[in-house]
């Protein structure tokens, strides 16, 4: 399928961009209304908490009236001896009734928040699925991805964070038990065969001389991995035990390759290997870039099995935890406003925004995305559509 501006000439981005705009503005309108009713209720808790201490100063302030009361009606009377056992009971008895009036009113305005709490975390999951099916299809330009995989008991749990423009990035799931090369725990053989590295120097029998210990890593087991755009850090143990012999593996691959070895003996600490000049000089760097590159090959290949989202980040900040929806998606609007004001100059009519696609055998079917329909979705969010509609630029 092939896209065109309105007016049939070449559309750079070849998608649907009209269909993925609508979809923006449905999901922004949902995710806003959701995040509204979240202010709601948190302004609501902070209402009932304040009630709740405003009641109970109250209430402790009238104990001290009346038994101050009572005092000074003791003071004052001429058969203290005979009132003041009953003037005790009587400050006892309403200081028990106001105490459990203060434990009941409490505890109602506590399940009140807890209720109100639960509807705060039932909408912040309906949002997070809302803008799961939004960004899983990378509706904005990604400019990294850092992938962090770690072994478990049956295979591994595997993450990917995106880093896209305008300082946006999706933390997801990676299904990696769908994929049949990672569905169960992998070894340096089934990257590339035949990797061996220099772990120490030792003492052969009956020579003198120190030489290196050549160690395979056939049979090794990825443990865990971290690849962040050209830099991939790895570790293999020998067996599935933090405490077994280990090589940590950091790669570069800028213009020229770099690698940095670490080794462990059992139950020892990790020792750069590099720092030793007879061991370094025995590293064959073109087979560990080979591996490095097949490892990074087949992390890549995950990146279709991302599922669920986590958390979204911007600038740094969680989106969920600090409810910031309404700033995500006032940037994402950002991010569209150069292409929609492409649209709208090869669009022939300026009350739509027009695209048209092209099958293979040159059938063109035209794509309209009216303003006024625009404009009508956003209203249903007041000001913060109307601020949506301002960055796009569709008027």
């Known amino acids: ?14 998608i649907d961009f009209l269909r993925l705009l609508n979809n923006f503005l449905e999901i922004s309108v949902k995710t806003i209304k959701l995040e509204n009713a979240v202010f709601n209720l948190k302004e609501t808790i902070i209402d009932r908490r304040r009630v709740t201490n405003s009641v109970t100063d109250e209430m402790d302030n009238f104990i001290l009236t009346v038994e101050n009361a009572i005092d000074g009606a003791v ?63 990378d509706p904005i330009p990604v400019i990294g991805k850092k992938y962090t995989i770690k072994a478990i008991e049956k295979g591994y749990s595997a993450k990917v964070q995106v880093n896209c423009k305008g300082g946006i990035s999706c933390l997801f799931d990676l299904t990696s038990f769908e994929s049949p090369f990672w569905k169960g725990h992998v070894r340096t053989r089934d990257f590339v065969k035949g990797v061996e590295i220099p772990a ?16 395979s890593m056939d049979d090794f087991l990825l443990s865990d991995l971290i690849l962040s755009d050209r830099e991939l850090e790895v570790v293999f143990w020998r067996r599935p035990d933090i405490k077994a012999e280990q090589f940590r593996l950091k790669m570069t691959f800028n213009d020229e390759f770099s690698v940095n070895v670490s080794h462990a003996e059992e139950n020892d600490v990790e020792k ?39 958390t979204i980040l911007l600038e740094g900040k969680d989106v969920f935890g600090e409810n910031l929806v309404f700033l995500l998606m006032q940037k994402v609007a950002e991010i569209f406003a150069p292409t929609v004001a492409e649209i709208k100059k090869h669009s022939p009519s300026g009350e739509e925004l027009s695209l048209k696609s092209e099958d293979e055998h040159g059938t063109r079917h035209e794509i309209y995305l009216k303003k006024s329909e625009v404009r009508e979705k956003l209203d249903t969010i007041e000001e913060k559509g109307g601020k949506l509609f301002e960055l796009l630029g569709i008027k």
């Open 1 to 14: 399928m092939r896209f065109l501006f309105g007016d049939s000439t070449e559309f750079q981005m070849q």
């Open 75 to 137: 003071a004052r009377s001429k058969e203290q001896e005979t009132i003041v056992k009953y003037a005790e009971k009587s400050k006892e008895f309403i200081k028990k009734h106001i105490e459990d009036g203060k434990t009941k009113i409490t505890e109602e305005i506590l399940q009140e928040i807890t209720q109100f709490e639960r509807k705060i975390e039932e909408a912040d999951e309906e949002n997070r699925k809302l803008l799961e099916s939004f960004f899983i299809y």
């Open 200 to 215: 120490r120097m030792k003492k052969p029998f009956l020579k003198k001389e120190l030489v290196p210990d050549i160690v």
């Open 272 to 310: 750069n290997i590099i720092v030793v000049p007879e061991l370094k000089n025995e590293l064959n760097i073109l087979r560990l870039q080979e591996l490095g590159r097949k490892i990074v090959e087949q992390t890549n290949n995950l990146y279709p099995k991302k599922q669920r989202l986590d």
